[in-house]
């Protein structure tokens, strides 16, 4: 028998099995009869021989495991991330069980609020639900226009539901497996289950009231919004242009007419530019162009001198009214019959004709020539229109009525009514045409009177609302007592000119907000009218009146038309009209143009479009640029003239400075100059392909000018103070002005001065 201390490492494994059979051998022996050895002593024995081999193998891998620790550590590495992965992530592992976090297994898809009261997943032997998963036209797509994530989520249930109801016989038969690797599918198909269930039953009580049009793209189910009813729907304020009015069940509402509303008043676009503009528009939805002309009209006669010295010609109208009919739109003329008259009234010819001497703004109506007036223009607007269906004749904003010595003698109300009144039949009478009106000075007239006058067989009003919130301005007692007196109505929106007298750019989201908000608004209150809604005009204002400074121009505001031009044609604004959008503004085949706008990153949409080609897109970039100059120049001439200390308005006032700060603070200056300059010329290139010279200077002195000149006088004031070699003693002379105001500069030797004449109160 071989002892423990022979066993040796390396040792063949032959040998020791020998060994061990010898062992057993001897072992068998002691064993039989009366040579038996008691039970633990056998089992000693049995035990030693397997010991040793066991301490022989340890002790050989032992020695390896040494050789090679590294190889060991990594390996030992990468079998603990291989367990943990698959504890985690295999199907039926120990930690997906139901009580398991939910975020801590991938393939648990059903959340604690969908147990069961025990706190249980859902059975295992549950019904198989077949599954189909809903694409294309069926679905939500990423870029639709819910304003909550749970609208969203109500939509896709939805749109899941219906898509059930029609095609349940289409399904594909294939059941989803039922194996323990798949019991997490079920699960998740079972809580989708409930979840159509309570959604139909919702549904089943909406559609006991209204029937949506097959196929229409419905408005995203939401909770009643805080408030109360006005005409059967729930109504909130909205700044914002969440779709909370009226009915959120309805199909999407498209208006008949979808009219452009061109401003031309003091910056006409060149001819050919506008001429560019009406397939483009056209191709995007329009009916009909309202034209504005005010003082770019060629007036003739007595109101010669109303017209603008670049105005267009008889023959340039002539043409554009041929254009718009050949590409299927219809024109609409306006002409101001009695506020906004400033172009007319601020000539001294027919300043008598003012309701107050002071304001060219409002037309005196008890005059027997302000009628001769009114009565020329339309005369000589409708020979340019020959056989229009409408004519616009304003009639908003008349901020000065009954304040003349006649017209004090007769109730305001009445006033406006009469003379609405004569000028509509006027119009109906000798032209056969349907006169609109805007409809703010309306609002607050009594139906009674507006019956009286007969107010609903002569014109048609233009309701107008640009802020996002159309009810805060127009509520629903209005619509009721419009609906009275009218048969039919219009809505009036914005595409640009509403958010800010000075903007070079629209700002598209809110704009987008107010047309969105109107086609809800046109949907809950056409039913009230007779005939309802005549169409919509996109109103594009260029001044916010004769004597304002321009707004955004027209081809910088073509992105804004083009987004609310396709909203009002389609009903909605969504990704669905991604391509018609990226087509029409002549967008490059890029990732940039796959994905879809983000109008809360870029309201503007300087960063998606300046890209594009579409029509007037040199302009459209350089209103982005004129911004990122504009506070460059601003942040650096605050930073030199308030925050630093040597260049400020009293160092430039009394020429008094250090040369070496002054230089220091001058080492940037250059470069602006250098980029405002540069602005400049390329403004003007942009600008001159759509105005004339007048248009173009105008608008770089109100923009880009202002920029320069404060540049170049900073520049000229700091070289003059570089310049100084002797300074004077302080304290520098007191401005003049601080007289008025009780501060003057001590008189020399009168013994007084803001310090103490004794030298501080010496020794005695």
């Not at 289950?193 to 408005?219: D, H, K, L, T």
């Not at 939805?285 to 770019?296: N, Q, S």
């Not at 004749?393 to 003349?404: A, L, N, S, T």
């Not at 994905?595 to 960063?607: E, K, V």
Request: proline share 6%; charged share 20%; aromatic share 10%.
């Amino acid at each position: 028998m071989y002892s423990v201390k022979s066993m040796l490492p390396n040792r063949r494994p032959v040998v020791l099995w020998t060994s061990v059979d010898f062992q057993r051998s001897e072992a068998r022996h002691w064993t039989s009869g009366e040579n038996r050895l008691p039970r633990h002593t056998w089992t000693s024995l049995c035990a030693q021989p397997r010991m040793e081999v066991l301490r022989a193998w340890f002790g050989r891998a032992g020695v390896g495991a040494w050789r090679s620790r590294r190889q060991v550590v990594w390996a030992a590495c990468v079998l603990v991330t291989v367990g943990v992965v698959y504890l985690q992530y295999a199907p039926g592992g120990p930690l997906d069980h139901p009580s398991a976090p939910r975020h801590r297994a991938l393939n648990t898809l059903y959340s604690s609020h969908e147990r069961d009261g025990h706190g249980q997943a859902p059975s295992d032997n549950a019904h198989v639900q077949h599954v189909k998963f809903v694409t294309g036209s069926d679905a939500q797509q990423p870029g639709e226009w819910p304003h909550h994530r749970e609208d969203q989520d109500n939509q896709e249930n939805h749109q899941h539901d219906e898509w059930n109801h029609q095609n349940e016989n289409a399904i594909n038969e294939e059941a989803v497996p039922s194996d323990p690797a798949q019991a997490q599918h079920r699960l998740a198909v079972e809580v989708l289950q409930r979840r159509v269930a309570e959604q139909r039953a919702q549904e089943q009580q909406q559609q006991q009231q209204s029937v949506a049009v097959p196929g229409a793209v419905m408005i995203p189910q939401q909770d009643p919004p805080p408030g109360g009813s006005w005409g059967g729907g729930q109504y909130r304020y909205n700044p914002y242009g969440e779709p909370v009015y009226g009915r959120t069940d309805r199909p999407n509402y498209i208006p008949p007419h979808r009219v452009v509303h061109f401003d031309l008043k003091g910056a006409p676009p060149k001819m050919s530019a506008i001429m560019q503009l009406l397939p483009w528009i056209a191709g995007q939805g329009a009916t009909a162009v309202l034209l504005e002309y005010e003082d770019m009209f060629p007036w003739r006669g007595r109101l010669s001198q109303v017209s603008a010295k670049n105005h267009y010609s008889r023959k340039q109208i002539a043409n554009l009214v041929a254009a718009c009919r050949s590409h299927g739109l219809e024109v609409i003329p306006l002409v101001q019959t009695f506020g906004h008259l400033e172009f007319a009234l601020k000539h001294e010819r027919f300043s008598h004709l003012r309701e107050v001497p002071e304001l060219p703004q409002a037309l005196c109506p008890s005059l027997n020539e302000s009628m001769w007036l009114v009565h020329s223009m339309v005369d000589q607007v409708m020979a340019l229109h020959p056989g229009v269906r409408y004519l616009h004749i304003g009639c908003d904003e008349v901020f000065q009525i009954g304040e003349c010595e006649k017209c004090r003698l007769v109730l305001r109300e009445t006033l406006f009514l009469q003379h609405v009144e004569a000028v509509a039949k006027y119009v109906r009478k000798k032209y056969a045409a349907i006169p609109l009106i805007w409809d703010d000075m309306l609002r607050h007239v009594s139906e009674s009177a507006m019956q009286e006058a007969h107010l609903g067989e002569l014109v048609e009003p233009m309701v107008w609302v640009y802020a996002e919130d159309v009810y805060r301005f127009v509520q629903p007692s209005v619509w009721t007592k419009y609906s009275q007196v009218f048969s039919r109505v219009w809505a009036a929106s914005a595409f640009k000119g509403a958010f800010g007298e000075q903007l070079t750019v629209p700002n598209v989201r809110r704009h987008l907000d107010n047309n969105l908000n109107w086609l809800d608004v046109m949907a809950s209150e056409a039913s009230k009218f007779t005939a309802g809604f005549r169409g919509i005009v996109l109103t594009g204002w260029q001044r916010y009146d004769h004597f304002a400074v321009l707004c955004e121009l027209l081809p910088a505001s073509l992105p804004s038309l083009s987004v609310n031009l396709i909203t009002v044609s389609h009903g909605f604004f969504n990704v669905s009209v991604q391509g018609q959008l990226y087509q029409a503004l002549n967008c490059m085949q890029t990732p940039k143009y796959q994905t879809w706008l983000n109008l809360d990153a870029d309201p503007f949409l300087w960063d998606k479009f300046s890209w594009c080609f579409f029509p007037g897109a040199q302009v459209f970039k350089v209103t982005a640029r004129l911004h990122a100059t504009r506070r460059d120049v601003d942040s650096y001439v605050e930073r030199v003239t308030k925050s630093r200390a040597w260049i400020t308005d009293y160092n430039r006032r009394h020429n008094f400075s250090s040369p070496m700060r002054v230089d220091e603070d001058l080492e940037e200056l250059p470069a602006r100059l250098h980029a405002v300059t540069l602005l400049m010329k390329t403004a003007r290139e942009a600008l001159a392909e759509w105005f004339d010279d007048w248009t173009v200077g105008e608008w770089l002195e109100q923009h880009v000018w202002p920029l320069l000149k404060s540049l170049q006088t900073l520049q000229r004031e700091a070289e003059s103070m570089k310049a100084v070699r002797y300074w004077p003693a302080r304290p520098l002379p007191l401005l003049p002005e601080l007289q008025a105001f009780g501060v003057s500069e001590p008189t020399v030797g009168d013994g007084k001065s803001g310090q103490d004449t004794d030298g501080g109160g010496g020794k005695a």
